[in-house]
């Protein structure tokens, strides 16, 4: 009797769905998309109503062979891809290629891969949302459009091999307008001044810090340089303290929602240091399922591409559970608790990103995960967790003093604050992470005081400081930014991050992003030739008539039309009158062995290579390098990284030809401690030697 065929997008997927389900169903991984537009032309017929070609790539001709053959030889089909837009695309791709009679094709969706949600949705299954398909080709063509049409200027105007996207466009814009205004600021000196303080009576009370604010009738001060701030110390360590007013309040610190894809992100960087890439590759390995000892392939977060807050009842509830067993009944707040949608065009129908279980704590099953999927499940459990935990309690203290010197009319106001945590709720297990812009705030505990206290100082200390200007972008504020202006969706913006970089239209140095001077050329570019295009709220509306599209309130083909039409305008204006830039070659220290000139940095087909600057009376090229300062084990020549034809990174021999040793892994600065050979990095803080068969933990460095 033949089987149920369910396709999936990945093994690990169809591992977990497999034990599921059982004997009865014939499980099949399409990995990922079977068809897309060609690559070498635009597959958009412009002139009718803007059909779209798609091809099979070569890549994937035998995944499709064989899941054409399965579907043939199966009773039914199952299209159990990701509950999401491009899920949706990959489940009617799948069904239009391989559909060659009619026996029924089923879709089915769920947001966690556990068995009580796989058997509901094997008993509900439905039809594919053509909506949903129509709102993700719309995307992909509006997308394949801005990149055929505008690349080709780009190539001509600046330098080949460039290439334009409409949304990573915008968000280059971004990071270079904040750059301008880094280039523009100009800092501004102030002073501040702080008193040390104590009680005159009684004796021994501790000290205090507080700060000059201004003076008591709320008016501001402003010390400008180092003469006024010297000036005003002579006339405060003459003037008499007393405390005038002392105000305590109590403040209830709420928890923050569980996590979505974009403050997960953030998140995993504040904290983590993890790129938006690398989390949500990371997020994808714990949603489709790890071996977790006798359970077998387990499922442990739900679907990670979403921007909903929503909680489902049975979650909530077995959270509220594990609190009160774990931490005591004081640590669950009276009802249940929820949390508001405020992310534009946010899907209710998707919920947070939770774990599948909560009773599964981090500790219990970090022997069976790496150190990236534990420190991620970590988060993400602990966050779940603290949103339905007790708010967090204090009493916060503000105390104003008086300083008047004996007879003067003038009074200054100094400030200081203290915070007392009268109940830690949620903040026993969790707190969230600060981006480098926001200040932390300082709080330190004060003595009793009273109004009317009198005061003695101890000493004023002055302190020069200047105006800073706005930060520049980090995966979190860039991601935060784009969020709050409704630009992309939760699955584009790790892509996003990473074209930008790829593209070398942007650099990431210690986490900060700042545009190359090929990214202000580009972007300039674009803004002046394409300003209806390239724009922040014109985007952020895109966004909006695709969710329209996914809603029903909108036809594909119309929302396309309304784009094209002055897109094509741009187009030609641009053509017409867009200037050849040229860009300055990035000169190195190395010499061309031909002629002495000082070698440049190009780029072509392949990515970055060496020419001498001395071109074209020169013509002497050779790879690019990035050094490692470790030596080759065979001949004791520099190891260098080198990029292949296919993009991937591997480290060689600077003495090529010469010696070809080469590795695909990092190599490590401490040798082999079997053998003495060169140590690789070969797994997560694993090490592996490259002339024996060492295999060990990677020592801290």
Not at 677 to 699: A, F, H, N, P, V
Request: aromatic share 8%.
């Amino acid at each position: 009797m033949s089987k149920d065929l369910v396709i999936v997008e990945s093994p690990a997927k169809a591992r977990t769905l497999g034990r599921i389900l059982g004997k009865g169903y014939s499980l099949k991984a399409s990995m990922g998309h079977i068809r897309d537009l060609p690559k070498g032309t635009l597959g958009v017929d412009i002139e009718n109503g803007f059909t779209p070609k798609y091809v099979v790539p070569r890549p994937k001709s035998k995944i499709v062979t064989e899941l054409k053959e399965a579907a043939k030889a199966a009773s039914s089909v199952y299209l159990a891809t990701d509950p999401d837009r491009e899920g949706e695309a990959i489940a009617w791709h799948l069904a239009e290629v391989t559909r060659s009679n009619r026996k029924p094709y089923r879709r089915v969706v769920f947001h966690e891969i556990t068995e009580e949600a796989i058997k509901r949705a094997f008993k509900h299954p439905r039809s594919i949302d053509v909506q949903l398909v129509d709102a993700q080709q719309a995307r992909r063509i509006m997308d394949r459009l801005v990149g055929y049409k505008i690349s080709p200027l780009l190539w001509k105007k600046v330098r080949r091999g460039l290439s334009a996207g409409r949304v990573q466009s915008v968000a280059l814009k971004i990071i270079v307008e904040r750059e301008r205004e880094i280039i523009k600021f100009t800092p501004k000196e102030y002073w501040t001044i702080e008193a040390e303080l104590t009680k005159k009576t009684p004796a021994k009370t501790p000290s205090l810090r507080a700060m000059l604010i201004g003076f008591t009738d709320g008016t501001k001060l402003g010390i400008h340089n180092q003469e006024e701030a010297t000036e005003l110390c002579d006339e405060l360590k003459q003037a008499g303290y007393r405390v005038i007013k002392v105000k305590t309040k109590k403040v209830t610190r709420q928890p923050a929602p569980p996590f979505i894809t974009s403050t997960m992100q953030q998140e995993a960087w504040r904290k983590l240091r993890f790129s938006a890439k690398q989390t949500m590759a990371i997020a994808q390995q714990l949603y489709e399922g790890l071996p977790i000892g006798d359970e077998g392939n387990v499922g442990l977060i739900t679907y990670m591409r979403t921007d909903s807050t929503r909680v489902a009842h049975s979650a909530i509830a077995e959270a509220r559970e594990f609190i009160s067993a774990k931490y005591g009944p004081e640590f669950i707040p009276p009802h249940a608790r929820s949390f508001t949608i405020a992310v534009k065009g946010a899907q209710e129908a998707h919920e947070a990103i939770r774990p599948t279980k909560i009773w599964r704590e981090p500790s219990l099953i970090k022997p069976y995960l790496n150190m990236t999927q534990f420190r991620l499940y970590q988060l993400i459990w602990q966050r779940m967790v603290a949103s339905q935990m007790s708010a967090a309690l204090s009493d916060n203290t503000t105390v104003d003093i008086e300083a008047k010197r004996p007879y003067a009319k003038t009074k200054y106001l100094f400030r200081t604050s203290s915070s007392v945590t009268r109940f830690p709720g949620f903040t026993t297990l969790y707190t969230a992470g600060r981006d480098e812009d926001e200040e932390e705030k300082k709080s330190s505990i004060l003595p009793h005081l009273e109004k009317g206290d009198g005061l003695e100082l101890l000493g004023l200390f002055p302190e020069q400081r200047f105006t800073q200007p706005p930060p520049r972008f980090t995966e979190a504020t860039l991601i935060k930014m784009l969020e709050q202006w409704g630009i992309g969706r939760p699955s584009t913006y790790a892509p996003i991050l990473s074209t930008i970089q790829e593209r070398d239209y942007v650099t990431k140095t210690k986490g900060i992003f700042q545009p190359t001077e090929l990214g202000f050329v580009v972007s300039d570019l674009l803004t002046k030739h394409f300003s209806n295009i390239i724009d922040i709220e014109f985007t952020a509306q895109m966004e909006a008539e695709l969710d329209e599209i996914a809603n029903k309130q909108r036809g594909w083909v119309d929302v396309i039309q309304h784009f094209y039409t002055p897109f094509e305008k741009s187009l030609e204006n641009a053509s017409q009158l867009m200037e050849k830039v040229k860009l300055a070659d990035e000169l190195t220290e190395e010499t061309c062995p031909k002629c002495g000139k000082p070698l440049a940095v190009k780029t072509g087909r392949y990515g970055k290579f060496l020419a001498c600057s001395g071109y074209p009376d020169c013509k002497y090229t050779k790879s690019f390098q990035i050094k490692t300062g470790i030596s080759c084990p065979e001949c004791g020549n520099e190891l260098v990284q080198r990029v292949s034809k296919k993009k991937r990174t591997f480290y060689g021999c600077s003495n090529y030809p010469n010696c070809k040793f080469i590795t695909n892994f990092r190599p490590l600065p401490q040798p082999c401690p079997k053998c003495g050979g060169l140590l690789t990095m070969y797994r997560e803080k694993q090490s592996k030697c490259t002339k024996c068969d060492y295999k060990g933990k990677l020592e801290e460095k």
